[in-house]
């Protein structure tokens, strides 16, 4: 009877039940220790060995020269560990290590999510039967990226969670390969949908609070966006006029990088706001990004300081204010509201100066989302009635809404561009 023995990764010998031998790796050597076994005399024969495994006699088993590759190829794939394996959350009570698998070597192969050649994606499972989660060790780099798109997949019934384990080190793991899903993977194969897989629940959705209420969805996941592509984004808007609440939830693809946005965004002053980005679930006290993420975090933070240049309000005062909160999308609707609500909106913002134009876009009859509807547009004859405008208005409640007051680019109003 012969039996397999793996040693570490990529090294394996075939021995006889009765024969024990230890490997160790120490130094670029390998030490080979034979116990209670049968490997005596110069030349050793063991059945089953491969062909020149023990080419020298057992005096010169140290330092074993005959195999300078092996202790480099198991170096190697104890290096890369940690970006080769991913975290599987929720299995169900019936799984197994071969279960498992078997299963996530299957859909990896249906989304063409396989790059290391023919063959299984998965080379070792290891299982939390009390906690039900595993630990799913992929051949490659690249292959445990794409198995990250697999987040929310249904396994035995039940939608499972894929992450990046602990022991992730995303800066580390940046020199050796890709870090995100290929952009390219048939999720619909096998029933997901790409973008959507997780949502934003679970620990890793952010909460980013304090958002000054003239940013657009747009600037909003621009900013986001510095730290790589979102998996979920939601601007909670209220459900009368469509207008920002001022806070949001993501979720990043790469949840590695959830700490690393948390630490570079939290506390940011941003107009006349403060940012307050933190986990959902952690209350006031962030977590820390981890010192191997420190040099991340600093580039993340000079992009931030670009982006937060580009979304700064027009600090030149210009002949037009932006309103913001000040009217609804249902209000109109209706024509004679419209014109009331137009009339009104003459009359109250010509006591600070000589209005030339009065603009406040109409939803269109079919329903359909259109450029700055919800928004008044204010033009004056001259900078200082619009100025006196922005003071007079900006915080003055509507219908029970507080009026948002910016200024606005005389160039976009021209070209009637609402949208910013």
């Given at each position: 009877?012969?039996?397999?023995?793996?040693?570490?990764?990529g090294l394996g010998l075939d021995l006889n039940p009765h024969?024990?031998?230890?490997?160790?790796?120490?130094?670029?050597?390998?030490?080979?220790?034979?116990?209670?076994?049968?490997?005596?005399?110069?030349?050793?024969?063991?059945?089953?060995?491969?062909?020149?495994?023990?080419?020298?006699?057992?005096?010169?088993?140290?330092?074993?020269?005959?195999l300078p590759v092996m202790p480099v190829q198991a170096m190697?794939?104890?290096?890369?560990?940690?970006?080769?394996?991913?975290?599987?959350?929720?299995?169900?009570?019936?799984?197994?290590?071969?279960?498992?698998?078997?299963?996530?070597?299957?859909?990896?192969?249906?989304?063409?999510?396989?790059?290391?050649?023919?063959?299984?994606?998965?080379?070792?499972?290891?299982?939390?039967?009390?906690?039900?989660?595993?630990?799913?060790?992929?051949?490659?780099?690249?292959?445990?990226?794409?198995?990250?798109?697999?987040?929310?997949?249904?396994?035995?019934?039940?939608?499972?969670?894929?992450?990046?384990?602990?022991?992730?080190?995303?800066?580390?793991?940046?020199?050796?390969?890709?870090?995100?899903?290929?952009?390219?993977?048939?999720?619909?194969?096998?029933?997901?949908?790409?973008?959507?897989?997780?949502?934003?629940?679970?620990?890793?959705?952010?909460?980013?609070?304090?958002?000054?209420?003239?940013?657009?969805?747009?600037?909003?996941?621009?900013?986001?966006?510095?730290?790589?592509?979102?998996?979920?984004?939601?601007?909670?808007?209220?459900?009368?006029?469509?207008?920002?609440?001022?806070?949001?939830?993501?979720?990043?693809?790469?949840?590695?990088?959830?700490?690393?946005?948390?630490?570079?965004?939290?506390?940011?002053?941003?107009?006349?706001?403060?940012?307050?980005?933190?986990?959902?679930?952690?209350?006031?006290?962030?977590?820390?990004?981890?010192?191997?993420?420190?040099?991340?975090?600093?580039?993340?933070?000079?992009?931030?300081?670009?982006?937060?240049?580009m979304l700064q309000p027009a600090l030149v005062a210009t002949?037009?204010?932006?309103?913001?909160?000040?009217?609804?999308?249902?209000?109109?609707?209706?024509?004679?509201?419209?014109?009331?609500?137009?009339?009104?909106?003459?009359?109250?913002?010509?006591?600070?100066?000589?209005?030339?134009?009065?603009?406040?876009?109409?939803?269109?009859?079919?329903?359909?989302?259109?450029?700055?509807?919800?928004?008044?547009?204010?033009?004056?004859?001259?900078?200082?009635?619009?100025?006196?405008?922005?003071?007079?208005?900006?915080?003055?409640?509507?219908?029970?809404?507080?009026?948002?007051?910016?200024?606005?680019?005389?160039?976009?109003?021209?070209?009637?561009?609402?949208?910013?």
């Open positions: 009877m012969i039996e397999r023995i793996g040693i570490g990764a024969q024990r031998v230890n490997l160790n790796i120490d130094q670029g050597r390998v030490l080979v220790h034979a116990q209670r076994g049968q490997i005596t005399g110069a030349n050793p024969t063991i059945p089953g060995m491969f062909p020149n495994m023990f080419p020298l006699a057992t005096s010169q088993l140290q330092p074993f020269s005959a190697t794939q104890q290096a890369t560990r940690h970006a080769r394996r991913v975290y599987v959350g929720g299995l169900p009570p019936t799984a197994n290590e071969q279960s498992v698998a078997t299963f996530f070597s299957q859909v990896m192969a249906k989304i063409g999510g396989n790059t290391a050649g023919p063959g299984d994606a998965v080379v070792n499972v290891y299982i939390n039967h009390d906690k039900k989660f595993a630990f799913v060790e992929m051949r490659s780099v690249e292959e445990a990226s794409n198995a990250m798109a697999l987040d929310g997949i249904i396994f035995e019934g039940a939608p499972v969670k894929v992450r990046r384990p602990t022991d992730y080190n995303p800066s580390l793991a940046a020199t050796l390969g890709p870090s995100q899903p290929n952009p390219n993977l048939n999720l619909a194969a096998v029933g997901l949908t790409p973008g959507s897989a997780g949502g934003l629940d679970g620990p890793d959705r952010i909460f980013v609070g304090g958002l000054p209420y003239y940013f657009t969805e747009t600037q909003i996941r621009e900013l986001l966006e510095t730290f790589g592509p979102l998996r979920g984004f939601d601007l909670v808007k209220d459900r009368e006029t469509g207008n920002s609440k001022g806070y949001a939830f993501c979720v990043y693809q790469d949840l590695a990088v959830t700490d690393i946005a948390c630490a570079a965004l939290n506390g940011i002053k941003m107009g006349d706001k403060t940012l307050t980005v933190r986990r959902a679930n952690q209350g006031a006290n962030p977590q820390q990004p981890k010192p191997e993420q420190e040099s991340i975090l600093m580039h993340a933070q000079q992009q931030i300081a670009l982006q937060k240049l002949k037009v204010v932006c309103l913001t909160h000040a009217v609804s999308a249902d209000e109109l609707k209706d024509d004679e509201d419209y014109e009331e609500i137009l009339e009104d909106m003459r009359q109250e913002c010509s006591k600070f100066g000589s209005l030339v134009n009065v603009v406040i876009p109409r939803p269109p009859p079919d329903g359909e989302p259109a450029p700055g509807v919800g928004k008044v547009f204010l033009e004056y004859v001259d900078v200082d009635g619009a100025t006196k405008a922005r003071a007079g208005l900006n915080g003055r409640k509507f219908d029970g809404n507080q009026v948002v007051a910016v200024f606005y680019p005389e160039n976009k109003f021209a070209q009637g561009d609402y949208e910013g």
